[in-house]
T-cell receptor
Framework: EPEVTQTPSHQVTQMGQEVILRCVPI?????FYWYRQILGQKVEFLVS????????KSEIFDDQFSVERPDGSNFTLKIRSTKLEDSAMYFC???????????FGPGTRLTVT | QKEVEQNSGPLSVPEGAIASLNCTYS??????FFWYRQYSGKSPELIMS????GDKEDGRFTAQLNKASQYVSLLIRDSQPSDSATYLC??????????FGTGTSLTVIP
């Protein structure tokens, strides 16, 4: 069964460094998403992406965040200058249609020290 | 702020019983509703989607939607210890964002 994959599973970085989180969505899906979940808190929407552009973003997704689909399979989330409060699980998800069922990857645990 | 509210629990039921999980949402224009299961340290796993008022059954799971009351529920019949997890209600809002509730922790006691 097709699934969303994410790399790395765990990333440790120092405050102020740039990180890139990678995702491979399910191949026939057209909508891609990033979420974060701070430990013990709820899953929060960051951004949705369709047709090579951002279709919606939350207040969390400020100028330090960017997303890209550099090729036909990968979908990346870049955090330009990490802060301690960026420490969280980051989940990628994909769906066939907007407002449809989203399937989540296993997540990347980001630890900022 | 679009809100999705769930009782955080914990909810404990004996094995074989029915577990009932509830969710309310604030955006009256929402059209798509989902239940996810999340084991500790893992990602959300889709259980069911529901788009129309009424009941939708899939195996041991039944989702119920009442748009007039802005209420979604999930029933788990014949609960198993492996059902012990946090259950997340998620709503696709009119603003094209996906909002999750904080989740209800369910423990099924053997």
């Amino acid at each position: 069964e097709p699934e969303v994959t994410q790399t790395p599973s765990h990333q440790v970085t120092q405050m102020g460094q740039e990180v890139i989180l990678r995702c491979v969505p399910i191949s026939n899906h057209l909508y891609f998403y990033w979420y974060r979940q701070i430990l013990g808190q709820k899953v929060e929407f960051l951004v949705s992406f369709y047709n090579n552009e951002i279709s919606e973003k939350s207040e969390i997704f400020d100028d330090q965040f960017s997303v890209e689909r550099p090729d036909g399979s990968n979908f990346t989330l870049k955090i330009r200058s990490t802060k301690l409060e960026d420490s969280a699980m980051y989940f990628c998800a994909s769906s066939v249609r907007q407002a449809g069922e989203q399937y989540f990857g296993p997540g990347t645990r980001l630890t900022v020290t | 702020q679009k809100e999705v509210e769930q009782n955080s629990g914990p909810l404990s039921v004996p094995e074989g019983a029915i577990a009932s999980l509830n969710c309310t949402y604030s955006d009256r224009g929402s059209q798509s509703f989902f239940w996810y299961r999340q084991y500790s340290g893992k990602s959300p796993e889709l259980i069911m989607s529901i788009y129309s008022n009424g009941d939708k059954e899939d195996g041991r799971f039944t989702a119920q939607l009442n748009k007039a009351s802005q209420y979604v529920s999930l029933l788990i019949r014949d609960s198993q210890p492996s059902d012990s997890a946090t259950y997340l209600c998620a709503v696709w809002s009119q603003g094209n964002q996906f909002y999750f509730g904080t989740g209800t922790s369910l423990t099924v006691i053997p």
